[in-house]
């Protein structure tokens, strides 16, 4: 009697081992299929050249979020971090502007910018890390010189006398903190856009034809470029 008692104590413990085994294979099983399911969302986070780009279809992603707001520095990037980007939870985030830096910046403010913007980017990858966000970098896209018969008259005179025009002297400024962002790539081993060798003519400024008609802004033709590189390069990385 006793015997058979312990034999049925052992069976229904056994019983119970089986019934939670399989429930935690169920759940298992759902959490699998959930994050397999669930699509891969990157967000865009950048100021006036960012937003201007909108939610392109980007390789390896189902859901593009925009975060670009316009006039805005990489100090104001990084201090909305948490609210535009961490909050959304995405699986990615492409990071790239730096150009108002620079351009608001005066001639002996700019060293500081430009040191401002490189430890901004540092930090914005400290948190996208902390948040188990990966991140994909891009490089700023250089300056327009002006058009016109005048301003290339101008610049040709300028250039015989030894000056750099506004254009040589911004694009220079932002190269530098992009020859940053590049080496945070590849310290990191991080994918870059590099955006602004796309965007350059050999002397460093913007193509004319990657230029909105205020000179500052980029333009259908260039919105374009960016998405046809941007594609090909996520496309390879994947």
């Keep these: 009697m ?6 049925l104590r052992v069976l229904i413990i056994c019983l119970g081992a089986l019934l939670a085994l399989a429930a935690t294979s169920r759940s298992w099983g759902a959490a699998v299929t959930e994050t397999a399911a669930k699509p891969r969302s990157v967000v865009i986070l950048g100021a006036s050249y960012a937003k201007g780009w909108g939610t392109p279809a980007l390789p390896g992603f189902e859901r593009v979020i925009n975060r670009g707001v316009g006039g805005e520095e ?3 990037m990084r201090n909305r971090f948490t609210s535009d980007v961490a909050a959304a939870r995405p699986d990615s985030v492409l990071i790239w502007g730096h150009v108002n830096n620079i351009t608001r910046a005066t001639p002996d403010k700019v060293e500081a910018a ?15 890390q902390a948040a188990g966000i990966r991140v994909v970098l891009a490089t700023e896209v250089p300056w327009t010189e002006e058009s016109g018969i005048l301003a290339t008259v101008y610049g040709w005179i300028a250039s ?16 530098e903190v992009n020859e940053h962002v590049r080496a945070l790539a590849r310290r990191e081993g991080i994918q870059l856009l590099d955006f602004g060798r796309t965007f350059a003519n050999e002397d460093g400024t913007r193509k004319q034809e990657y230029a909105a008609e205020d000179g500052s802004h980029i333009s259908a033709a260039g919105y374009k470029a960016l998405t046809e590189y941007a ?3 996520l496309r390879a990385r994947k």
């Design 2 to 7: 006793q015997l058979a008692s312990t034999r």
């Design 74 to 76: 990489t100090g104001d």
């Design 114 to 128: 430009k040191a401002a913007a490189k430890a901004d980017y540092d930090e914005m990858l400290r948190q996208a």
């Design 160 to 175: 015989l006398r030894g000056k750099t025009s506004y254009a040589e002297r911004t694009s220079a400024h932002v190269e």
């Design 231 to 233: 594609t090909r390069e």
